[in-house]
């Protein structure tokens, strides 16, 4: 392999010697340590009002009622909440009057909707009369309005529950006006195989996970764009271009060499950034929650997948994701005539445009899935029921990203590649 | 051994820096003359595969200057190129050596020996950046043999030493080039002059004479002059002759110089130098500073 092995010892070397090594590390650590505590810090807890204990305490105690009833939401388990939210509202002590109105005491909350506060949360998005309050962010689906469909449930909807649960679905994607008659027929089949009853946990730990993994993702990216804009560019910079494009293997092994390290620290700061960020997630709040249908977080997701599947898949977007955005760099970083900061400076556009950016599917489906491509974009958790047509035939939009992902990286690294071996000196 | 360049050029945008350059080299040491702008770099750059050119062709041996056994028979230190400064100086020979196809005994082994060689066995260990210009300069010397290079390109490689280690290297130079073509390209004349078998002289561009100093410097033989004289005999000069050497004597100067025509009164010949060729050529363009 005429030396691969040892240039790429030596390509990491450069990277981790640079002064920008230490500082994209720092800065990651960083990141990850306030998103994971910030979690913690931010979230409110039922126990904590009234009681002087720290949120992790009162997290601990909200987990352990709730998870009292962990497991399949049987008709038996729908039922006793609808009874146990009927108890609590039949009882005028287990409210309290100020100027603002009527609201209900913690305690109270604490002994009548926190144990089924899964299960509950379920029923009043299913049963909500007005869809238009509905609002579906990342994984999430959650009720904006004030009304509580548990209220007026009654012991019918405990049988029903499940088929209400799946008529709920279609009529989400009845409501979405910018799907074709296909992804609707796809949408409807993939309901069809949602496994019921749902399975139903304590999830802090990956709702957690769920709501800080953009920010975690765009940091990978930054990382990514930290420690590689400099792989071939530096070279012009220092003028080491000259000794290096002359030799043997400058043109060959060299740029192998730095391509494979481009790819192996795109791949590891995907992978140990969201990883150990996760693990984080999961030693605070506790590692239940994997089993957990997506449907009970958001009722009207069509994926058959449960919290951990979900979170499986976004992390090998991510991966993905983070290995094409490490390609561009480095083809960007070959590509320019002398210095690092154009790379950094177009690295930095290219992350942060594609953010701001947002064009809804029924102006044009098109352009809607085309944004999904930016690494910035395919790095958000999106089951969302929109997919791909290509010539008459519908593919899973990640499934479809992380395909073209491959592609583009491959692609990316062949024009890095040819951009170094052409560069001209002087 | 030959290193053929046929009909080399280099166009930049506005500026024709190489004008179909041709030259063959055989074992032995070349050494590159010409101002600033000249094309000497250019043509380096060509040579070592690192600059494309507009035209012509360059080959070694039947190699084309783009193929990898090309570069296997090649050493350069460029003018001015940059170092790893948080690598040490055997890191760095390291690296060099596995670009250049060593294995990791071979890298050993050369690296202590040439770092021997330069003077720069004590700091090995050192991280370049506490290097001096010199220590730099003699790094990249180093670096440049790692392989045992058949076609050995210097460009300016006793730029930033102390005399003493200059004539050592201009020593070593001229030893390396028994057995493979060495490529000198430098502005200090006399480095050429005592090591260069043959010289390359270059002017905008093209190669103006080539030839070993005794053939190159036949151009001005007989035009060289030198005389002890007044003020007036040197403002009557100046702007006529290209003045290579001035230096005051008492109330006299003594003045070496280039004259075409009928010298003056008193001025004796003597036998030309490549300095003398060197001044009298590119002096031109300042008639006669």
């Not at chain 1, 287990?94 to 909707?113: M, P």
């Not at chain 1, 990956?206 to 930054?222: Q, R």
């Not at chain 2, 202590?112 to 330069?118: A, G, P, Q, S």
Request: charged share 20%.
């Amino acid at each position: 392999m005429n030396n691969f092995w040892v240039l790429a010892g030596f390509e990491f070397k450069k990277i981790f010697r640079r002064k920008t090594f230490p500082a994209a590390i720092i800065i990651c650590l960083g990141i990850m340590a306030v998103a994971v505590f910030s979690s913690l810090s931010g979230g409110s807890f039922h126990h904590s009002v009234g009681n002087d204990i720290s949120k992790y305490e009162a997290m601990e105690l909200d987990k352990a009622v709730i998870l009292t009833n962990r497991g399949y939401i049987t008709p038996q388990l729908v039922y006793r909440a609808i009874l146990s939210n009927r108890e609590m509202i039949s009882d005028e002590e287990n409210y309290f009057v100020n100027e603002y109105g009527s609201h209900l005491k913690e305690d109270a909350y604490i002994r009548y909707i926190l144990p089924y506060e899964p299960v509950i949360e379920l029923l009043n998005k299913v049963y909500a009369e007005d869809m238009d309050w509905l609002s579906m962010d990342a994984l999430s689906l959650v009720y904006l309005g004030e009304d509580k469909a548990v209220d007026r449930l009654g012991p019918e909807q405990a049988e029903s529950f499940d088929a209400d649960l799946r008529d709920f679905a279609r009529a989400m994607v009845f409501r979405d006006k910018g799907l074709s008659g296909a992804e609707r027929e796809k949408n409807l089949e993939l309901i069809d195989s949602i496994e019921t009853p749902l399975y139903s946990d304590y999830y802090g730990g990956y709702e957690a996970y769920i709501m800080g993994s953009k920010s975690l993702a765009i940091t990978v990216l930054f990382m990514i764009l930290l420690l590689l804009s400099p792989l071939f560019s530096n070279e012009y910079e220092e003028k080491t271009d000259q000794v290096i494009l002359c030799t043997k293997n400058g043109k060959g092994s060299l740029c192998r060499a730095k391509l494979f390290v481009a790819l192996v620290v795109s791949l590891l700061s995907a992978v140990l950034v969201m990883g150990l960020s996760w693990l984080g997630f999961l030693m605070l709040y506790g590692f239940q929650g994997g089993r957990v249908n997506i449907q009970v977080v958001n009722p009207g997701c069509s994926y058959p997948f449960t919290l951990l599947e979900a979170c499986c898949i976004h992390f090998i977007s991510v991966v993905f994701a983070s290995v094409l955005f490490g390609a561009l760099i480095a083809f960007m970083s070959a590509r320019v005539k002398r210095s690092t900061a154009p790379v950094v400076v177009m690295g930095t556009l290219l992350t942060i445009i594609p953010m701001f950016i947002w064009i809804p599917l029924k102006s044009s489906g098109f352009m809607y899935e085309l944004l999904k491509f930016f690494p910035v974009n395919s790095v958000t958790f999106d089951f969302d029921r929109s997919f791909i047509e290509i010539f008459g035939v519908l593919f899973t939009p990640y499934k479809f990203i992380w395909a073209v992902s491959a592609v583009l990286t491959a692609a990316f690294s062949s024009m890095a590649a040819v951009s170094f071996k052409g560069h001209q000196t002087g | 051994m030959e290193l053929r360049i046929d009909r080399v050029s280099k166009q930049y945008k506005n500026k024709l820096a190489v004008d179909r350059v041709s030259m063959n080299l055989h074992e032995g040491v070349y050494g590159l003359l010409g101002e600033n702008g000249a094309g000497k770099t250019s043509l380096i750059r060509m040579v070592c595969g690192v600059l494309k050119p507009t035209g012509g062709s360059i080959s070694f041996d039947g190699l084309d200057v783009g193929d990898e056994e090309y570069r296997a028979l090649l050493g350069y230190l460029p003018q001015d190129f940059g170092y790893y400064p948080e690598f040490s100086a055997q890191d760095f020979m390291y690296y060099m050596a596995s670009l250049k196809g060593l294995n990791r005994a071979g890298a050993r082994a050369r690296t202590r020996e040439l770092l021997e060689l330069v003077s720069l066995n004590e700091v090995a260990k050192k991280k370049i950046k506490t290097f001096s210009g010199g220590m730099k300069q003699r790094l990249g010397i180093a670096q440049s043999l790692l392989n045992d290079p058949k076609l050995l390109v210097l460009d300016e490689p006793t730029a930033g030493l102390d005399p003493k280690e200059r004539v050592r290297f201009r020593n070593l130079i001229a030893r390396l080039g028994q057995n493979r073509i060495v490529l000198l390209s430098t502005h200090i004349v006399s480095d050429v002059e005592h090591i260069a078998g043959r010289i390359l002289l270059m002017k905008e561009g093209r190669l103006l004479h080539q030839g070993s100093l005794e053939e190159i410097t036949q151009v001005i033989q007989g035009k060289v002059f030198e005389c002890l004289t007044n003020e007036e005999g040197v403002q009557a000069l100046t702007g006529r002759c290209p003045i290579i050497n001035y230096r005051s004597e008492g109330d006299k100067v003594f003045l070496r110089f280039v004259c075409e025509g009928e010298p003056p009164a008193g001025a004796e010949e003597v036998p030309a130098g490549l300095e003398d060729l060197y001044l009298y050529c590119f002096s031109e363009s300042e008639r006669y500073e």
